[in-house]
């Protein structure tokens, strides 16, 4: 059965907490659980005042709320059943549950409510039922115990239990006390024992070795009769001791008490029966002696002399008993004599103790007597004394009880005010948090708002100046400044930069920097601007010269040799490393006990680890105190015997004790040493650790060896060339992994953290009060959560101050940060965290596994063979070499081919001796030195693997020693080098952007210059001014005269041909300004300027060229142990233009290190000071030369660029092909002097003949191929009389070999340098040639306009006379005057003004319009008038209905009212205003008047919901406050749903008044009926007005209205089938015809949410003015719809009151209900009752008015 209802209430009921059957006594015990059922039934309302606790009070307010219930479901429930619940009574609860389990299923099945079972309910029994309540509560407060008496029960029993507990403490160390001496005196027994035993044992051995060692002569017998007295003495004694035992046994009966003598004789017995086992051991040790001796004896004799010895030892051992026996008589007697002493003794006392007892028993028993009375007496004080200090306890008890009470009373009051001001204060620094965001915020938006405002009028403003032609570069530089935050306007002037510039000009020169190095990134990489054309796109970036980085590296790298790293630390490889972090109270420390238990990983408190230093420091140091040291050595050995976690504890306590913060370094160190402490098989986990960017980046540093902060910077030592790279180098170590696999952040908010500290501090309260005493753990428990508590704001502010950056750290530069949202429960936490920790050990095994795979498979990549080397002799390899010396280096440049070329003739005779040699050695000396090494060379046939290029990857570079100087001269050489050539072309791109700039401003100003120009005044307007006068004072009579208008036509021809002069002159003008900006010089000057910095680039790649090749030449010469040349002084040099065209003399040409090439000018000098009559020839001439110049021009700047060009690329050449025909030059002499060697040898070694055979060699040598018929393959006879040449040894042919190896990977350099070289100047070529062109053109264009504008200008002004002309024709013929001025303004003819020389008359205005009142409808006017009475009388909008008729009345039957009101408002009758009132009334006896005016101000459009929505959101536009009101002004700016008439007709008549505008009068009175007068200006709550808009004649329908107004969604109403035809007639109606706005629904009808405060202003629209006259009813009102709208809302799962849909909300069926009964929105039809009162007064005829009536 319990595990049925566990099941139901889990499964189906789901309670707050699960219910398991062994707790389901305990958990129901308290009747909270209990009314949560009935709650989730809908039964239980007031389930919000149940408590959880288990306290008495608690327990007694449940029991008390659950029996109304209990018994409306008919469930069996009395006191009794109660208090065996709170009892936790077996069975109890579980009966109690299946009651309510069938009562419930019953309830669900017959589907009724809880208020629909009370409504059921007769009201007799439900009046018993109330009583039978009342008794429940009364006794069942009689059964539950006070808290206070259970809580001193408590008390008593936890001391009772306390004392036991002391007593049973006590007896058991008495027990264990007692029971250590009787183990003590045990052993000491045991061992006096074993003591006497050895000593015996020992004795024995001894004698035995003496009897066997001493041989007894046996004595004679003694006398017998001796004996037998000295027996019978004995016997005698004995006799004598055995009759006074028996009278001593006899006496120690009768006197039971304090005798010694029977401990005496005990002694005595002991002591004999001790000696007769002493004669029985020695009679034993005797007999063991005896038979030794025999054995001893019985060896050494024979048989006779063996007899007699055994006879004599016979007679000796008998007589040793005899002796023995002798000895143990003597010391009998000597015992029975000491015994009679004692007896004797003993009889004495005895005698003197009888003779003293009678007189003292008398006095005892007295004494005795007295004693038991005074016994007796104390007995009696002393329980009356305990019974008194019970009292005083109990009372002093109860005192202190109520004493702790009250304080922990008043300590709970203050905590929560504590926690009140605690939160206060968090949301006060929440504010300022958000303040301070948002401030940031706005600075950053604000900041960048301004960048894209100066970005968007620099482009505006460019745009003007290039006419909407921006540069691209342009773009890309403001781009460049508005991604860096810098600002695109200049700010301050930095070409005369002081010694200490300001902060303006310090932007400037940052900006200035930001371009340089943009600039300079683009022209290394070809990018950008510095791209190549789509015609040249095969020319790409140069490839890098590996020859040269790599001649570079090593160079630098021998200057500024690299230092080594310190090896990382070694830790073992963990399974899982992490951390978890979070706010205080954010479950972390609960988290990591859980994992330490369950996933059997390491925690590491940082906490925790501080105490475990400073205890095993204090440990430690009390070990040293207890050894013996000397002082002097006392420090050395107690700093030597401390380990390093007692040091770091000692280092810790030192920082505590002088109140200072623990360092971050000490705290790493710590977790450090803990982290190696570590097992490697658990892993560990850092418990809230670190908790600043700086313990990050030290723990970082200390786990890994690598220091975040100096992985930017790099030593100077390291620095790496900025022109070339080496493949070779080594590369940067990659960043080692994150010191932690992951960062775990336990995320919760500020609110959260403050309520489980108070949550915790309640707990801790709790267990105070249930147990007063609580160990040291506890209470440093409870004191570190007072100090949080006093430090929670400070630590919540610390971690979002160093969050951010900790964030960025794990998650931007690590990637290890996983979020988990701690706000779940406890359980679920766990679940989630252990989840992420297992998937990262998961991850970590993976990746382990992955890096295992690799190293195999590499293990077995090197097990393979590696690729053949060159295997090549050293003959292959020379006539390798040669071979390749053979090709033609490759250049693209258009260099003449013909070079002279010296090492033809060298090349030919080494190839030529080479072949003698081979082929002489082949057939004549097969086994001499030459023809082995001539057999080991690999077969003609045979083709090897090509030839390693110098500079690819397997080539390998040569690394011979060098020289010291060598390096410490080249390296601060290469760095000069590479500085210049960067600011070099820096400065020169930053003056090509100037040039670019001042071309833009220069051309903008030319145009504009000229449009000024243009638009000059001139002096037609005068002219024609003088000419209008003349022709306007013609006299009247003469203007139909032919002869005048002759003359008049005559007069305006003048006017036009002098006008069209003054045209032509201005033409010309403009033409001779615009040949003077063609002819300014300024644009051949700028032109020159820009050739002259793209000239300076081509110098910059070439002296970057001739440095390069300088480096390497002193390079490999340094290798080759020779000493470098020295440079040569004059370096090629490209000329430039003279812009200035200086003549200078030819020592002035030499001295210059800079030729200058002159500039022709680009026209010829025009006099431009011809006389006017010429204009038009010159212009043309002028225009003729211009274009002319301007092509000439162009066309001699692109060949001189082209020259120039030309002259570098061949100037880089010849550089080329002079340092290889030095080399071959050098090798020639070297192979000559080596020639000469070997001929001296050779004359040494031969006769006469091998000398002349050497000099015809010689000579043939010396001969140059001058013959073309000598060729490769011509056989010659010199090689057959030369002799064999010396042969080479190993280490001549490796050092041959190596400088030709060396040779080829220096001409290599120097052919990548060419290459690169020679692209980069063709690339300046092309972009040299496109600015220049751009220039011109742009130029031309800027012409072409200036042309266009003034040939537009001057047809313009001709026009304008011929419009004049003709005007002033029109008039002479219609002989009229010209009444208006006459304006001829630059192009433009108009007529000034339209003012009439004779005004028409002023038209006689219409009367004003006049308001009548048509049908039943009330005027404008009576209605304010109305409106005032009402508002005098009632200011908040309720009136009575009693004061409403009595107002109506007074207005009816009086004088005062006849003008007031229309004729069929008179005719209402008493009944007529009582119906009026009840239908204005809806739930009290009040009438809203603002109702009322509404309903009779009709007829007015009633608006749609639609319309309504509208209008709300063009209110809530002008409302930026959101305050809810606006003002008149606003009012009208927005509008209503209608406007005024506008098909009004304004009659023709002027008499007849205008027409009245009803509708603008209805809206101006709109305002003042719901306008707030108090205010000033008044203002209008447009929510509460349209509000009374949403009035409908279905009620329903109202109210549905009436929530899309509220909510600001339109809310669909789900009309039923049988109302669905009169809702539409109606709205038809109202809308006159079918809305055709229905295409605008879904802008409106969006999901709304509702809130509490919403809906009761829908529900109390009119109720909420009810104070003026009733307020107690309306706040009844308002506290039932409160309450029944919280309880509506917590159903509906906001616990909280948040806002819920709409939807959600009319579905519950209290809202509904409440719906349909809502009468509020229903909109009055008064005519219906002007209509039935007309009706009336028709069929009765004389009706009884109001005006009958006398009051």
Known sequence: MSDILCEWLNREVMLSRPVDPNTLPKEFSTGYLIGELLHKYELQDDFNQFSQSRVANAKLNNFSRLEPTLQLLGVQFDQNVAQSIMTEQPGAATKLLYQMYIALEKKKKAGLTGVAMETMRPAAPAKLKYIESTLYRERLKNLTPRQTDLRLQQVSEHFEMKSKNMEAKITRVHIVEQQKVQKLQEEQRVQDLEKQRMERRRQNEIMARIQAAIIQIPKPPPNRTLKAIEARKILKKKKEAEDMHKEIKKFEKVMRKGSPAPSRSQVSDSNIQESLKTLDLDSAAQDISEQTTTELLNTYSEDEYIRKIQKRLEEDTFAQEQREKRRRKMLMEQLIAHEAQEEAYREEQLINRLMRQSQQERRIAVQLMHVRHEKEVLWQNRIFREKQYEERRLKEFQEALDREAALAKQEKIDYEEQILKEKELHRKIAAERVEARYKKHYSICREVINQIIDLSAKTGEYRLLTNNQIPIKLMRDWKEFFFNGKPLYEQALIEPLPTEPTAEQLVELDKMKLLDEKDYDEYKSMTGEWHPPKENSGNKPPRNNNILGYVVRRLMAIVYPPKAEPPPPVFPSFRIKGCILGKLFSGKTTCAKFLEEGCNIQILSIDTLVEETIKTFHENEIKIETNLIPQEAEVSVKQNELSIYAQLGAASEKFLKKGKNIPDELLVNIMVEAVKQTPQKRGWIMDGFPMTINQAKLL?????????????????????????????????????????????????????????????????????????????????????????????????????????????????????????????????????????ILEEIFKKQNKREQLEKREAEKKEGTLTPLQPTETLTDKNKEMELISQDKEPAPTKSKVPKELPKKSDSFKDKKRKKDEAAKGKDAANKPGSARGKSSEDLPPSTAVGPPPTKPGSDKWVYIDEPLPKEIPEFLVPYWEMVENNYVNTIKTILRHLRDERHSLIYYLADIRNNFLNYLKRPDHKQEFVSQWQADFNSTADDLWEDEETKAELHQRVTDLRDRLWDICDNRREEAEQERADFMNDGWLPDHTGIVMNHFLSLMQVEVDRFQDTKRLLHDYYRGMEGKIPTEASQEFTRIPLLDIVNVEQSGDQNKSRRIPVIPRRASSPEINTTKPKSKGTQLKSNKDENSSENVAFSFGMDEKFIIDTWQTAVFAISNMVTAEKQSKETEEEKEHQQIEIKERECQKSSQGTGGKAAGKDAKDTKKQPPKSPTKKKGAPSPAPVVEATPVPLTPEELKKQELKHKMRREYFSALELEEEAAKSRLELIKIKAIAFVEELVRKAEETYKDMEKWLGARFLAEMSSVEKLTEVARHHIESSTKIQFEMVLEDTDFFISSEVKVIPDPVPQPHPPPAETSANSALTTSQLSMLHKQFLQLAPKGLIPSKTFIDIFLDLITLNLGTNNLPDIWLRLTVSDLQNLASMLTVHSELIDWRRFLLAASQPWPIPSVIQLLKTLHGFKAVDEAASGFVTHEYYNQVGLWFKGSEDLKIPESPTEPLPFNRLEHLITFFFTLFADDRMDPPQLDYIKMLLYFASHPDAVEGVYRALSIATGTYIHRKKEISSCMSVSNIDKQMNGGPSGEEGELPYYTDEGRISMATLLRVFQHEGSKDEDNNRFNDLQKERSYNKNFIKIFKELGSEDLKPIPITLLLKHPFIQDLIKTCQEYTLPNIKLILQRAEQMQSTDGETTTSKDIKI
Request: glycine fraction near 2%.
């Open 700 to 836: 970082e540093k200390a786990l890994t060896g690598c220091d975040p902060d100096d992985v930017q910077v790099k030593d100077e030592h390291s620095r790496k060339p900025l022109l070339v790279t080496d493949p070779t180098a080594p590369r940067d170590p990659p960043l080692p992994l994150p010191a932690f696999d992951f960062a775990l952040l336990l995320d919760v908010s500020d609110i959260t953290v403050l309520k489980r500290m108070a949550d915790s501090k309640k707990s801790t309260q709790d267990q105070q009060e249930d147990s007063d005493q609580a160990s040291d753990t506890e209470l440093k428990e409870r004191e570190k959560i007072d100090l949080i508590r006093h430090q929670m704001q400070y630590r919540i502010a610390g971690f979002r101050e160093s969050w951010p950056k900790l964030e960025k750290w794990f998650s931007v530069q690590q990637n290890i940060l996983v979020k988990v949202n701690a706000e779940i429960e406890e359980t679920l936490l766990y679940r989630r965290v252990k989840e992420i």
